[in-house]
């Protein structure tokens, strides 16, 4: 695509899938990091947290492959620039990190829901487990989403840089409004 025909903003469906993404998973994040490892296992209300969390997760994992498809399949604005060849570069990494922990997590949060059963668990037909490290996927979830909260915040900071220091209005870009 040459840079003449591309767009001055991301197309309205990336703004929405972008920004949805963004408060579910802020949401996970922060319950499963900060909020649910401090509820007892044995709290009526672990089950419903977890549930949710699972749902949620499954959720994120298909707004995820839509936002896929439509980034190879629609026309997006050319690279922003940092005003410096390795932030340039920093930031394809950076955006290709935060789609592969996003798989990451997905896969090993869906298996964590096979291993673990948690469908019995929710049905009450199973008891939950004292220890979800027992499952092997659990671990990979553990540290995809410790990297993810840092790359996240490493992103709203590159945000932030854009819009209050180069003062470019990048963010113009992932909103709504005309071309």
């Known amino acids: ?9 991301y197309h309205p469906v990336h703004v ?10 802020l949401m996970m994040l922060g319950i499963g990091k900060f909020v649910m490892p401090g509820v007892s296992p044995d709290d009526p209300q672990k089950v419903f947290m977890l549930q949710i969390h699972a749902y949620t997760g499954m959720a994120i994992g298909v707004l995820l492959a839509i936002r896929l498809v439509l ?3 629609t026309n997006r604005p050319a690279p922003a620039d940092a005003g410096n060849a390795f932030l340039n570069f920093l930031s394809k990494v950076v955006h290709f990190l ?9 896969v090993s949060g869906f298996g964590l829901f096979q291993m673990a059963n948690l469908p019995a668990i929710f049905g009450g037909q199973a008891p939950y487990p004292q220890d979800f490290f027992q499952y092997l996927p659990r ?8 990297l993810l909260l840092a790359l996240v915040v490493l992103h709203i900071g590159a945000a932030m840089y854009h819009q209050f220091i180069r003062r470019d209005n990048l963010l113009s870009r992932m909103w709504f409004g005309k071309e």
């Open 98 to 106: 935060l789609y592969l922990l996003l798989i990451g997590m997905a």
């Open 71 to 73: 980034r190879f399949t």
């Open 16 to 25: 929405i899938l972008h920004w949805l993404m963004a408060l579910l998973i």
């Open 139 to 146: 671990m990979g979830h553990g540290l995809s989403s410790s």
């Open 1 to 9: 695509m040459s840079k003449e025909s591309a767009p001055a903003r």
